[in-house]
Structure formats: C-alpha cells, structure tokens
C-alpha cells in the first residue's frame, strides 16, 4: 500500500491534466500529482525520453530495464518489461538484462552496442561517473546527441525509480496499457507497426 494517498488527477492543475492525456492512467502519475509544477517537469521530461529521443526503442527499453533491476523496483520492471516486449526485445534479453543484479548482465545475450550500454549503465547507476575507458568506448560508438540521451534515460529512471521505492506506489490490479493505442508512440515506427498488427491478430 502507498504510504500516502494518492491525488485525485480530477484536481490536478490543467497543465498537468494535459501531459496526462496521452499517456495510461499509471498510478505512479497519481503519486507524482502531489509534486505540483515538478510532477509536471518528471512528465515533461519522461515524455521527451519515451517520444523524442533518438534512440531505437529496444535499446532505450534495455537501459530501462537494467536500471530498474540495480535499483530493485518491482513496479519499474513490471511495466517496461511489457513496453521492452512491445518494442521488439527479445524474451532471452529481456530476462538477461534483469539478472546479474551483482556483477553484469550476461554478455553473450547481446549485440556489441548493447553490452557496452549495459556497462556504462551499470557503471553510471553504480559509480555515478563511468570510468573514462567505459566513456571512451561507448562515446566512439555513438553520435553525442545519443550519448547524452542515455545519461539523461539513466539518471531520470533512477530517479523514477526512488519516487516509486520511497512511496511504495501499487502495481495497478488491472492493465492500464490494455488497448491504449496511444501507447504505441514509444515503441518506435516498426515495433509499433508490429504491436498493432498483433493487437489486430487477437482481436
């Protein structure tokens, strides 16, 4: 149980009723709400990494997940462990990042790029600076723009995952994402392409 209620979104400013208009009815926006004008900066900016980013969707999901799993929040991982799904990551990976909770995740699950992402988070979330080779090795990889877009995912995910921790916020007992298409903005154009045509092979 949360150890303080949660608001009533039917009350919550008009700014912040309306960053909430594309996004399912999360209880972890309902805790956020009692924050006033930083709730709305957490959804601001959490729509920018979920949205705009340029990274590829299942990368961002891997980062996520990783990040959940170091920082122990069951609520973290409950729902981006569907997100990552959705978005194209595969099971054996989606696993393998959420192990090795201790050390690594298990290297041999990955592609290249992705195990040394993995690292740099471990090492960012762990040390807070990377070591300059951890840096080096992953700055050579990437353009700058998406270097600093996974500073910017880890640090904001660690911080999702303390406001979450620290209010004990519930797992919903129904699934918000159930047949919320808006969702599909944060899967990128081919995982949402292939999430919905699965969405269609059940209906």
Not at 23 to 44: D, S
Not at 100 to 108: F, L, Q, V
Not at 127 to 155: N, R, W, Y
């Amino acid at each position: 149980m949360a150890r303080i209620p949660y608001f009533d979104l039917a009350q919550a400013p008009e700014g912040f009723q309306r960053l909430l208009s594309d996004r399912p009815p999360l209880n972890i926006y309902r805790m956020v709400a009692h924050g006033g004008p930083t709730g709305e900066g957490f959804l601001g900016l959490g729509s920018a990494i979920l949205r705009r980013s340029s990274l590829p969707a299942p990368l961002r999901e891997l980062v996520i997940l990783r990040v959940g799993a170091l920082c122990g929040s069951a609520y973290e991982v409950f729902q981006h462990r569907r997100v990552a799904a959705q978005a194209g990551v595969p099971a054996a990976q989606i696993e393998a990042v959420l192990s090795g909770t201790n050390g690594e995740a298990p290297a041999e699950a990955f592609e290249p790029l992705a195990q040394q992402v993995l690292r740099f988070t471990d090492a960012v979330v762990r040390q807070v600076k990377a070591p300059a080779d951890c840096f080096d090795a992953l700055s050579a990889q990437l353009p700058h723009q998406q270097l600093m877009e996974i500073v910017m995912t880890i640090g904001y995910y660690m911080l999702v995952c303390r406001v979450l921790e620290n209010f004990e916020v519930d797992i919903e007992d129904t699934d918000p994402l159930a047949g919320f298409s808006q969702w599909s903005g944060v899967l990128g154009t081919q995982a949402a392409g292939a999430a919905n045509t699965a969405q269609g092979d059940k209906a």
